[in-house]
């Protein structure tokens, strides 16, 4: 954590709600659905690959997780309705056939970079932070 980070709750509003800007993009309960849309093993690599990798089929996700393409449905729809990714189709150059893409938007890049990645390659850090080692 960031030591410029206020850490009691004295020292931040007694309404979590009270922390956004007034012309705030989403409200508390919006951001909240984003974090639990990506607090699936699933839908989180599949924003973590879109993250890092760009532009996916449904094909190449299924490729790349291992899995049955028909069943990544509900999950993109779910990264779809908290606005972490969005759908885009596309006709390839001499080809008549419409394919969909998937990318992550600039939301489900913060939420995954800013926040558990972010915690991920913390882990690391830990152990000086606090004087003690997860292996003790």
Excluded at 39 to 63: F, K, P, Q
Excluded at 101 to 114: C, D, M, N, P, Q
């Amino acid at each position: 954590m960031s030591p410029d980070r206020p850490r009691r709750l004295e020292d931040r509003p007694a309404d979590p709600a009270d922390q956004l800007p007034p012309n705030s993009v989403l409200d508390l309960d919006e951001y909240i659905e984003m974090y639990a849309a990506i607090g699936d093993r699933t839908r989180y690599e599949i924003l973590y690959r879109l993250v890092h990798t760009g532009d996916m089929n449904v094909s190449d996700l299924a490729e790349t997780l291992s899995t049955d393409p028909n069943t990544l449905g509900d999950q993109l729809d779910r990264l779809l309705d908290a606005g972490l990714i969005q759908r885009r189709k596309q006709t390839d150059k001499g080809d008549t056939a419409v394919r969909t893409y998937f990318r992550a938007t600039i939301l489900g890049e913060v939420a995954l970079t800013e926040g558990i990645d972010e915690l991920i390659q913390g882990e690391q850090e830990f152990p000086a932070m606090y004087g003690s080692s997860v292996e003790e």
